[in-house]
């Protein structure tokens, strides 16, 4: 893994579409991004991938094991004494202190009424994945569209063409694949 130097916290309910996730830790396995999380918001992604995807307990669960192995380094401690003193809505203070303990820039969350300005210290903003994504694109385009390219290629039970994974990722990062779109060759 790369150390980038632009870290930022992904809230649960961007982990929890898979191809959001995929492309969001795909950035993170390029060095565009420095990724953090905490076990709560680990355990939430997993009950939601049950709950929400209907993924198994097996499934979910060994989905969340793998996304830690792959980023050991991604695990927040050490924040909890901030939670208390956090003024946003109570049950997401603790990513909020995870994202000031860790100095992070931004907090991509698709929760952002939990995390508006007051909130937040200056040098930390909440982002939508899709803002939060174009915003990857427009700094790294050839990079972002080759992660894409691979995450499709990865794809192979069954096998997804760039074309069907875009119409995927458009239905939570419609902004996003709008603008991916357009740096593509006509036909794709």
Request: net charge neutral; proline share 7%.
């Amino acid at each position: 893994m790369i150390h980038a130097p632009f870290p930022v916290v992904l809230d649960a309910n961007v982990l929890i579409p898979l191809t959001v996730c995929d492309t969001l830790l795909s950035a993170a396995q390029e060095g565009l991004i420095q990724i953090h999380w905490t076990e709560l918001i680990l355990e939430e992604t997993r009950r939601n991938l049950v709950r929400t995807l209907g993924l198994s307990e097996e499934k979910a669960a060994r989905r969340v094991a793998a996304m830690k192995a792959a980023f050991p380094e991604a695990m927040v401690t050490g924040h909890e004494g901030l939670i208390p003193s956090m003024t946003n809505p109570e049950k997401d203070r603790h990513v909020l202190a995870a994202a000031i303990h860790v100095g992070a820039q931004t907090l991509v969350t698709s929760n952002l009424r939990d995390f508006q300005k007051q909130h937040l210290p200056a040098s930390l903003q909440a982002q939508a994945p899709d803002i939060f994504l174009q915003h990857l694109l427009s700094q790294a385009p050839e990079t972002v569209l080759e992660l894409l390219r691979a995450q499709a290629e990865a794809l192979r039970n069954p096998p997804i063409s760039l074309r069907k994974l875009l119409d995927g990722l458009a239905r939570s990062v419609p902004g996003f694949v709008e603008e991916v779109r357009k740096r593509l060759p006509p036909g794709l």
